[in-house]
C-alpha cells in the first residue's frame, strides 16, 4: 500500500530555513510527478509546489516563488521541499502526495505530515 513519510519540519524563526523530506513506498515513485502541500490552521489545504516525475520541471505557488525549491531523487524514492527566507505565514502542516489538483482530505491517502512553525 501507498506510505508517504514526512519529516524535517520544526520551529525556526522568520528569515531561516528548513529542509523538508518525503519517503514514498508503495507507489512507482519515478513516474509520478509530486506535490507538497499545505494546510494551516483554519485554512483549506493549498498546493505549494510540484515537479515532474523526471524532475525536469517545477512550479510553485505565487506566495512561495523564488523561496521554496521542490527537488526530487528518483534512486531513493524522495522528494524534497528547501524552504528558505521562511515567513510566519509558512507555518502550517505540510504533505507531500502524488501531483493532483484536486483532493479529498477524507478518502484520499494522506501521510502524517511534517509539522512548520515560523517564529516572528
Known amino acids: 500500500q501507498v506510505q508517504l513519510v514526512e519529516s524535517g519540519g520544526g520551529l525556526v524563526q522568520a528569515g531561516g530555513s528548513l529542509r523538508l523530506s518525503c519517503a514514498a513506498s508503495?507507489?512507482?515513485?519515478?513516474?509520478?510527478?509530486m506535490g507538497w502541500y499545505r494546510q494551516a490552521p483554519g485554512k483549506q489545504r493549498e498546493l505549494v509546489a510540484a515537479?515532474?516525475?523526471?524532475?525536469?520541471?517545477?512550479n510553485y505557488a505565487d506566495s512561495v516563488k523564488g523561496r521554496f525549491t521542490i527537488s526530487r531523487d528518483n534512486a531513493k524514492n524522495t522528494v524534497y521541499l528547501q524552504m528558505n527566507s521562511l515567513k510566519p505565514k509558512d507555518t502550517a502542516v505540510y504533505y507531500c502526495?502524488?501531483?493532483?489538483?484536486?483532493?479529498?482530505?477524507?478518502?484520499?491517502?494522506w501521510g502524517q505530515g511534517t509539522q512548520v512553525t515560523v517564529s516572528s
Open positions: 515537479i515532474a516525475s523526471s524532475g525536469g520541471s517545477t
Open positions: 508503495g507507489i512507482t515513485f519515478s513516474i509520478n510527478a
Open positions: 502526495n502524488t501531483y493532483r489538483t484536486t483532493w479529498d482530505i477524507k478518502n484520499d491517502y
